[in-house]
């Protein structure tokens, strides 16, 4: 097996081995836009990893009658694999992210769908929140979050979306996993370079605080804001109910909510999260990652000491 | 004519799908609510996640009370097609189930066509 763990800089070469996630980071990390240290870990690890597993997960799909079931038994089985990188990750975590206490554990599923891959994240379909990703997990519970993020290839939601019951071959699915350094967000931002919802030749941002998490899932309105995308003028700023901020405690267990929710005050809430200035510097920066991949892209990024550092980009999926 | 029409100053479009929608509400509290959902009702819920997608491909409209422009129910809207306003501040009190209502994105409003008998 080649190297399992491959640093941000050296990603673009080794994408084949990593998802499309972590591959457009790396492509940011090469372009000098900031985003977090971390490093891949390559779908080989995962193939390795679960290849002694396989016929127990066989026999597992075979005498479960629903997906809650078969869910349970594919967990057990997969968190308690033998992971045979715990101690190269935890080199990569000294060499790759020195200094850091704290990192966010990110699934990138490639999962096998009627006997075919399907790539996370790419433009024909959206693996958006379908695995999960561990935050604020500390360094010594690294090597347990990925084997997390692998069983989480199998939770429920999967099998009932993907139809496993009646489809093994999804039993063959893969995953890499991307370790980088943990930001704790003092606002974040989800960005289209190019709205989808209206069709105009609008860039569009999303902007609250706390963690990305309350925008993307839908627990609070962020402010809106429209710019034009040739001038970067504001058109249109809509105040949103930015009713709480999500933030992280210490990840110890898979099954543990970190989640922490706090209510915003009323000034908060009825001011915009975003000074004019860190909106044109955004705006700046969306055109720039768009130019880099040469397409509009779906960005989420986070405020932190006041830098803004790029969680995630990847193309529009769809427009209306 | 409608018996009356909703909407609220958060009220934004998630996506305008193909246009109105018009069907009986579901309200979905929990993910043990998404039994309920039938093809062709309007799905009302706080927020939606992954969880929440079987039951968001059935519906002719996806209505939620948080979320902005980009959040998940948005997006999978987008993605998929259905009608779907996000930020609708006071729907889930406004609605029940078994209401025919009219999703309409050109103005950011439901229209309550009939009221289900209490």
């Known amino acids: ?320 | 004519m409608p018996v009356k029409t909703i909407s609220g100053d958060t009220w934004r479009v998630g996506c305008h799908g193909n246009g109105p929608a018009t069907g009986p509400v579901v309200i979905v509290r929990s993910q043990e609510d998404l039994g309920k959902v039938k093809e062709g009702d309007i799905l009302v819920a706080n927020q939606t996640d992954v969880n929440y997608t079987a039951q968001m491909l059935l519906a002719a409209a996806v209505v939620t009370v948080e979320g902005g422009r980009y959040s998940h129910a948005a997006t999978f809207s987008r993605e998929n097609g259905i009608t779907c306003l996000i930020g609708a501040v006071g729907a889930m009190d406004e609605l029940k189930d078994g209401d025919i209502v009219t999703v309409d994105t050109s103005d950011r409003t439901i229209k309550v066509e009939s009221e289900e008998e209490e």
């Open chain 1, 1 to 320: 097996m080649k190297s399992p763990i491959v640093g941000m800089g050296e990603l673009s070469q080794a994408a084949p081995a990593l998802g499309n996630k972590v591959k457009n980071l790396a492509v940011l990390a090469g372009a000098g836009v900031r985003v977090p240290r971390g490093f891949g870990i390559t779908f080989d690890v995962y193939t390795e990893t679960t290849s002694g597993l396989l016929p127990a997960m066989h026999r597992a799909r075979e005498v479960s009658s629903t997906s809650s079931d078969l869910a349970k038994r594919l967990h057990d089985i997969v968190v308690s694999a033998p992971f045979s990188q715990t101690e190269a990750v935890m080199e990569g975590l000294d060499v790759h992210v020195p200094g850091a206490s704290y990192f966010a554990v990110r699934s990138s599923g490639a999962p096998v769908i009627n006997g075919s891959v399907a790539a996370e994240d790419s433009a024909a379909l959206s693996l958006a929140g379908q695995y999960e990703s561990y935050l604020l997990v500390p360094k010594e519970n690294v090597p347990q979050a990925i084997l997390w993020c692998y069983a989480s290839l199998f939770a429920e939601r999967s099998l009932d979306r993907f139809k496993v019951l009646g489809d093994g071959s999804y039993l063959g699915s893969r995953m890499s996993v991307l370790v980088q350094e943990m930001f704790v967000a003092d606002l974040c931002a989800v960005v289209m370079t190019r709205d989808p919802v209206e069709g105009g030749d609008n860039f569009g941002m999303e902007v609250s605080y706390g963690a990305c998490e309350a925008l993307v899932s839908g627990m609070v309105q962020g402010d809106l804001y429209l710019l034009s995308r040739t001038s970067g003028a504001l058109l249109t700023a809509e105040l949103g109910s930015k009713t709480s901020r999500i933030d992280h405690e210490p990840l110890v267990s898979a099954a543990a909510d970190n989640k922490i929710v706090t209510p915003l005050s009323e000034e908060q809430r009825a001011c915009y999260a975003a000074t004019q200035g860190l909106i044109t510097e955004i705006y700046r920066l969306g055109m720039h990652i768009e130019r880099i991949f040469g397409s509009t892209q779906d960005i989420e990024l986070v405020v932190a000491d006041g830098e803004i550092v790029v969680t995630q980009s990847r193309p529009i999926t769809a427009t209306n």
